[in-house]
């Protein structure tokens, strides 16, 4: 004789709620039970704007930008994230800005942006470029996560240019103008649109006050430095958490000023809300009465 075991199973619908989680430093993330996917933006940090003493000199280039949506996860398993760093404004005599380091989560890697360009070559490559100092030509963006650093000006002042962003070139100097740093790219990702990874602007020429800093670009970019041996002559530095490139030292007469730090990276990472069915152990009684008078029904 058949017989019902145990309660009657009445499917109940529950939702595991949508979640954002912001990485300023280094960190992991543990995925939500019935998490299968996630959507993700990872921005490398910040190149630095190149120092000075008697030459032109670039922007740093913007952090590396990747973001995507349906990246395949184990639900509830944790996933390394790390957080780069801006590369450290400093005054390095005749040389060239530091890059920014690597940003991860997971499999997805973004390039650290370019340091800016200086007097001597040097490796100004990066997620965007570095802006070209007095020699070397500009820095080469990451193919999907940057652009290109700007080019220096003409005579009769050689200015520096601006550092590459995420969204854009970074802008070439003329005579009178240092090149302006590249816009970086907006994400919505965090529930409101934020500009990352924009490109450091060019530095100034001390010995006029027509010749022009370049400023940074949208996404955290530091103005480039405006005037000879004062702290104005220091490039502004990046945007923390934005992948900013940091902006580039003035030209310096006798002295020494310092380029801008990079701004240091981030990971955000979404996961969508959920819909899914369980079943409850709930004693339908209509049901219970009709299996008794069936016969059916076993203690």
């Not at 120092?51 to 995507?68: E, H």
């Not at 502004?236 to 240091?264: E, F, M």
Request: charged residues 10%.
């Amino acid at each position: 004789m058949p017989r019902l075991v145990g309660a009657v199973q009445a499917p109940v619908q529950e939702t595991q709620a949508e979640q954002i989680t912001t990485f300023n430093s280094s960190g992991t993330l543990t995925t939500q039970p019935r998490t299968t996917e996630v959507e993700y933006l990872v921005v490398a940090g910040g190149g630095s704007g190149c120092g000075q003493y008697p030459s032109d000199s670039g922007g740093g280039g913007g952090g590396g930008f990747r973001t995507a949506s349906g990246h395949p996860v184990s639900s509830a398993s944790p996933y390394p994230v790390v957080i780069g760093g801006g590369g450290t404004g400093s005054y390095d005599f005749y040389n060239v800005g530091n890059a920014g380091t690597n940003s991860s989560f997971d499999t997805i890697t973004s390039i650290g942006g370019g340091g800016g360009g200086g007097f001597n070559t040097g490796t100004i490559n990066g997620g965007s470029g570095g802006g070209e100092g007095r020699n070397g030509g500009a820095g080469t963006g990451t193919v999907g996560q940057g652009n290109p650093g700007g080019n220096k000006g003409g005579s009769p002042i050689s200015l520096g240019g601006g550092g590459g962003g995420a969204g854009a070139v970074g802008g070439n100097a003329s005579t009178e103008n240092s090149g302006n740093g590249g816009n970086g790219l907006a994400s919505s990702i965090s529930g409101s649109s934020v500009y990352y990874a924009g490109g450091g602007g060019g530095g100034g020429e001390s010995n006029s006050p027509s010749y022009s800093r370049g400023t940074g670009g949208l996404g955290g970019g530091g103005d480039g430095g405006l005037a000879s041996n004062t702290p104005t002559g220091n490039g502004t530095a990046g945007t923390a958490n934005t992948g900013g490139g940091g902006g580039a030292a003035a030209k310096a007469s006798g002295g020494a000023n310092t380029g801008g730090s990079g701004g240091s990276g981030i990971v955000i990472t979404k996961e969508a809300a959920v819909d899914y069915v369980l079943a409850s152990s709930i004693w339908d009684l209509r049901q219970v009465f009709r299996e008794v008078k069936a016969g059916n029904w076993t203690n």
